[in-house]
């Protein structure tokens, strides 16, 4: 059985702001209007965060746009959502997150057989400098990548 993820949403600042060790993926709980809204891809994973409180796994910020048909049934946009996870894994994020400077942000949303799911890492935020490093590298590697297309496209 083949498995359908469908992407909806990335957050392509988290990458760029912390050094993401260790990923785990996660189901969502949400109500009926929220599901819609995510399948129209009406969701923004900015400034988003997920913390662990009372042995669950929260998540705070994630914006999901009120669905257009939903009138009185919509839910509020930016309401804590809870996350699913196995005991081992919240286990394990309790354990990293409670080191200094570790944090947990959502990286991806997607659907994965007809199901909401939330790519989540747990990462250490990186300074300035560190950043500038990476610009570096990928501004390096985008040359590299040019001059070898270039000398293919030269023969």
């Known amino acids: 059985m083949a498995t359908e993820v469908k992407l909806i949403a ?28 995510i399948r129209n891809r009406r969701v923004n994973l900015k400034d988003s965060f997920a913390r662990v409180s009372q042995g669950e796994v929260w998540m705070s910020n994630l914006h999901i746009s009120p669905y257009e048909q939903g009138n009185r049934y919509n839910h509020d946009p930016v309401r804590t959502r809870k996350l699913l996870l196995h005991r081992k894994q919240i286990n394990q ?25 939330v790519l989540i890492g747990v990462g250490k935020g990186k300074k300035r400098h560190d950043k500038r490093e990476d610009l570096k590298r990928k501004d390096a590697n985008r040359e590299i990548q040019r001059a070898f297309k270039d000398a293919n496209l030269g023969r």
């Open 10 to 37: 990335q957050n392509k600042k988290a990458r760029h702001d912390f050094h993401v060790e260790e990923t785990y993926e996660a189901g969502m709980v949400l109500t009926g209007t929220e599901i819609k809204s």
């Open 93 to 117: 994020l309790i354990g990293l997150t409670q080191q200094k400077g570790y944090t947990i942000v959502p990286l991806k949303i997607y659907i994965k057989n007809g199901v909401a799911k």
